[in-house]
């Protein structure tokens, strides 16, 4: 079974600075089936990065995704108000399966 | 523009059935994968369950295999997952998700969510 790890689970942060979130696959993953999301409270998740590095549609340029082999990064390079939310990273190369969260909250 | 709507959630006892449905509008529903998705109170993603847009296969998370049956209509445009057996920790907020393209896999599209509770 893959499993995905998120680190940190929390990251308290202040507007204008750089967030830097990693996703670790217990086993190698294509990069290319690597997903980022974002989710609100309310709402469904959102769609940011897909294929590890590919913006989705209408996604800010603020928001790139890296990595490769077992270790995947979401970076925020200046963090909007509105980028205070629950993050979770997902593989689809053996099922579909989400990391556990990072909870990004205002400092 | 894609639209997934969700409904047929609620309250059920324990060992009880539910079917939940989440109508589908906006692209040609047929050739896409369609999934459910879920998040139990405060608690995390699950992937639940994938059907082909043909219907001809479909695949089940471990904690739901032997229970849930998911299914689809393609003239209603429709996707459907069945649950029986209902235990507590199948409570939770149900997504239906349809991927961005046959190319890329990452769910671009989601309904807003019903919500089952399971309980005495």
């Known amino acids: 079974e893959l499993v995905l790890t998120q680190s940190p689970d929390t990251l308290s942060l202040s507007p204008g600075e750089r967030a830097t979130l990693s996703c670790r696959a217990s086993?190698?993953?294509?990069?290319?089936?690597i997903a980022w999301y974002q989710q609100k409270p309310g709402q469904a998740p959102r769609l940011l990065i897909s294929?590890?590095?590919s913006r989705a549609t209408g996604i800010p340029d603020r928001f790139s995704g890296s990595g490769s082999g077992t270790d995947f990064t979401l970076t925020i390079s200046k963090l909007e108000p509105e980028d205070f939310a629950l993050y979770y990273c997902?593989?689809?190369?053996?099922?579909?399966?989400f990391g556990q969260g990072t909870r990004l909250d205002i400092k | 523009e894609v639209q997934l709507v969700e409904s047929g959630g609620g309250i059920v006892q324990p060992g009880g059935s539910l079917r939940l449905s989440c109508a589908a509008s906006?692209?040609?529903?047929?050739?896409?994968?369609m999934h459910w998705v879920r998040q139990s109170p405060g608690k995390g993603l699950e992937w639940v369950s994938l059907?082909?847009?043909?219907?001809?296969?479909?695949r089940y998370a471990d904690s739901v295999k032997g229970r849930f049956t998911i299914s689809r209509d393609n003239a209603k445009n429709t996707v459907y997952l069945e649950m029986n057996s209902l235990r507590d920790e199948d409570t939770g907020v149900y997504y239906c998700?349809?991927?961005?393209?046959?190319?890329?896999?990452?769910?671009?599209?989601w309904g807003q969510g019903a919500l089952v509770t399971v309980s005495s």
């Open positions: 059907i082909y847009g043909d219907g001809s296969d479909a």
């Open positions: 086993q190698s993953v294509n990069a290319k089936y």
């Open positions: 294929g590890a590095f």
């Open positions: 998700a349809r991927v961005a393209s046959s190319e890329n896999l990452g769910f671009a599209f």
């Open positions: 997902q593989q689809h190369e053996r099922s579909f399966a």
């Open positions: 906006g692209f040609t529903f047929s050739i896409f994968w």
